[in-house]
């Protein structure tokens, strides 16, 4: 088994005060690490280290331009093909359509905010 060489250096790091010291892992303490960092190591997180988050605003997102459907109406979408809208369910926030689509796709239910939708 390989013994490491040791390092000068360590001797002189432990007389540096811990609040000198700086880490990009944290704060640090003397005496939790190992012997390959002269004895500091980064300060573990604990309990009374967290902090809860800042609450955000929900800002309403802009409605960008979307088809009008109704039952019936022939569409195309990037993925799936061209289908035929079964079913309109329209809610506050967004509205879902139902889709028939070719064989092997099958039934769709989509929210017209984020289907790449297209009325043929």
Do not use: C
């Not at 540096?16 to 005496?31: D, F, K, M, Q």
């Not at 573990?44 to 967290?50: A, I, T």
């Amino acid at each position: 088994m390989a013994v490491p060489w040791p390092d000068p250096h360590h001797v002189f790091l432990r007389d540096i005060p811990p609040e000198l010291l700086t880490s990009g892992a944290g704060p640090i303490e003397r005496g939790t690490g190992d012997r390959t960092n002269g004895g500091y190591a980064p300060k573990r997180p604990s309990w009374s280290d967290w902090q809860a988050p800042t609450p955000t605003i929900n800002r309403e997102q802009p409605v960008t331009s979307r088809p009008d459907l109704q039952v019936g109406d022939s569409v195309r979408h990037s993925a799936f093909g061209e289908g035929v809208v079964t079913g309109v369910q329209v809610t506050a926030a967004d509205t879902e359509v139902t889709i028939e689509f070719a064989v092997g796709v099958g039934l769709k239910r989509l929210l017209l905010s984020f289907a790449p939708l297209e009325k043929v």
